[in-house]
């Protein structure tokens, strides 16, 4: 019996690399990308096939499922909208939960082996500063701040229930995402090249828990062939002060020295960086949850899928090494 893996969000920053991973290791892979996005040239060949489609449109996802009877197929569902405003927006809630029950759906009615759900640790309800946070196995939007986490704790909660009916299904739980090959504006990666062109303004005081989006890729393959059905894995990696990772961008690419403002200062600020962020046409990095998530609770544990999965995240140094490694080949290749 072959398999064929689905990716969801294939132009994304993880389902990118997810797609890399897979046709590295000789894998028959079939991306959904939205119908106006680019296919990465990175992800070209026999064993690879894009489909254009919409996860708010289940009709436009039924060709990931074609000519898979009698095949092992095996979905990850990485697609979603990743939203720092913290408003619940109608399209965040359409793609983020509407679009995970369309794959659920699918899912149960082409009886899929094995569904691997891209949740958030920001699903996971956030404890007291000093308590260490590790997985839960009921989630609700009711606890938990912002509309980027109501959405994945209300998909996430649905996806455990689908499981109760019958689905095999896994979830895993990123934290904050870096790394090489993303093209489609990851939050993170941005502030790295806002800093190295010289148009990140400041420095907030915070941090969080902040992990490469390679590691991630690999505890969403190790979580398709380990992981326990229904069961939930942080996908974490510890906690780093932005003034850290923006010292470590200088010390591999340089940089100028930047004043670091204190929390109260950077949430009054916070509105003129984002009204000057948009004149020029581009997001502004520190909003209110922003800033929230800063000096949230990140004390995540990843012990258990160290544990069931063997996930061993890389120190930060090299994730930003190579992070900026990546921007500077695509920059001599696009110049």
Known sequence: MGRVYIVTGAAGHLGGTLVRLLLQAGAQVRGLILPDELTSPAAKGADMTYIRGDVRDKRSLEPLFDGTDGQEVVVFHT???????GELTE????????????????????????LVYVSSVHAIP????LQVQ??????????VTGGYAKTKAEATQLVLDAVEQGLDAVVVHPSGILGPYDTGGNHLVQ??????RGKLPACVRGGYDFV???????????????????QCYILSNRHYEVKEVLRMVKEVQGGRRLPVLPIWMARAAAPVMGFFARRKKRRPLYTAYSLYTLHS?????????????GYRPRDLYQTIRDTVSWMNRR????A
């Open 79 to 85: 697609a979603g909208i990743v939203d720092i405003t």
């Open 91 to 114: 399209q965040m809630e359409a793609v983020n939960v509407g679009g995970t029950r369309h794959m659920v759906e699918l899912c149960r009615e082409h009886g899929v082996a094995r």
């Open 126 to 129: 956030e404890k007291d500063a």
């Open 134 to 143: 590790g997985e839960v196995d009921r989630f609700s939007p009711d606890e």
């Open 191 to 196: 502030m790295v090249t806002d800093y190295i």
């Open 212 to 230: 490469d989006v390679r590691d991630v890729a690999a505890g969403c393959l190790a979580a398709a062939e380990k992981g326990r059905s229904g």
């Open 297 to 309: 609770n990140d004390r995540f544990s990843h012990d258990k899928a160290t544990s069931e999965l």
């Open 331 to 334: 920059k001599k290749k696009t």
